[in-house]
């Protein structure tokens, strides 16, 4: 039988996190073969490392080991081109699938080929909704939703049309944006409008991956009948002086130069 799903994660030093993504993945029920693969990006930690390697050796998952960090782009890029699937799933390593999230997905995109790229609803460890999709922002959007400036009224309003605080998580609906936790998307798709641009280190690429779906005249759909759990910690918010001083705020800043530049 033909691999219908390939899952394409990176793991950069994430500790237990893969190991609880693949018993998720393991554990859920696919009437069709799903492909599990990991692309290393030269982790140092042993916990991840030595769990991939030996689920490497026993056939449960694919793992591919960069000698270099390639970030999430050009991670996902790398496993895309070695995975077999039909479908490509980008699952985030702080991610663990429901039981009957990927058959659910897959039927809804096969139903709807006019779909893209396909988010599900994400969910904290403790149940709250994630706010996993975006409207078309500007630079200062950004800018202001990363620092003190969101708390100003005027330019909170902004931040919650942006953020889309008015958005019913409830509801399966075409939206501009979803973010990069967990997609599915058609390999040849995917392949046809370059995958991710490997340009972003990281932040902003999967935004851009929706433009470019959209802009290929696909839509970009939420689906909330589908629920994936994810343990997320944010990694550029907080308060402004200790934000200027975290490489991965800077990195963010770098990021969204380059997407506002190539799609202004």
């Given at each position: 039988m033909n691999t219908k799903v390939s899952t394409i994660t990176v793991n950069f030093?994430?500790?237990y996190f893969p190991k609880l993504s693949v018993e998720a993945l393991e554990a859920a029920t696919h009437p069709w073969p799903v492909e599990i693969v990991f692309?290393?990006?030269?982790?140092?930690?042993?916990?991840?490392?030595?769990?991939?390697?030996?689920?490497?050796?026993?056939?449960?998952?694919?793992?591919?080991?960069?000698?270099?960090?390639?970030?999430?782009?050009?991670?996902?890029?790398?496993?895309?081109?070695?995975?077999?699937?039909?479908?490509?799933?980008?699952?985030?390593?702080?991610?663990?699938?429901?039981?009957?999230?990927i058959p659910k997905m897959v039927e809804y995109m096969e139903q709807n080929p006019d779909v893209g790229i396909l988010g599900p609803r994400l969910e904290y460890s403790d149940g709250t909704v994630q706010d996993s999709c975006r409207r078309d922002m500007s630079f200062a959007d950004l800018i202001i939703k990363r620092t003190f400036l969101r708390h100003i009224p005027g330019l909170k309003k902004r931040v919650d049309k942006y953020t889309m605080e008015d958005f019913d998580h409830s509801k399966t609906q075409e939206v501009e944006l979803i973010t990069g936790a967990c997609m599915l998307i058609k390999k040849d798709f995917y392949d046809e409008i370059g995958g991710f641009d490997d340009r972003y280190f990281l932040f902003m690429e999967d935004f851009d991956l929706c433009?470019?779906?959209?802009?290929?005249?696909?839509?970009?759909?939420?689906?909330?009948?589908?629920?994936?759990?994810?343990?997320?910690?944010?990694?550029?918010?907080?308060?402004?002086f200790k934000l200027v001083r975290k490489k991965v705020f800077w990195m963010h800043i770098n990021s969204a130069i380059k997407y506002f530049w190539k799609w202004r």
């Open positions: 030093n994430h500790k692309v290393d990006n030269a982790s140092t930690d042993e916990l991840s490392l030595n769990f991939l390697r030996q689920a490497n050796k026993e056939e449960r998952v694919k793992l591919i080991e960069s000698p270099e960090n390639l970030g999430f782009a050009g991670g996902n890029n790398l496993g895309a081109k070695n995975a077999k699937g039909e479908y490509l799933l980008i699952l985030n390593p702080d991610t663990t699938v429901r039981e009957d999230s433009k470019k779906v959209r802009a290929a005249g696909k839509k970009v759909v939420y689906y909330p009948e589908a629920i994936i759990n994810h343990y997320h910690k944010r990694l550029s918010a907080g308060n402004i």
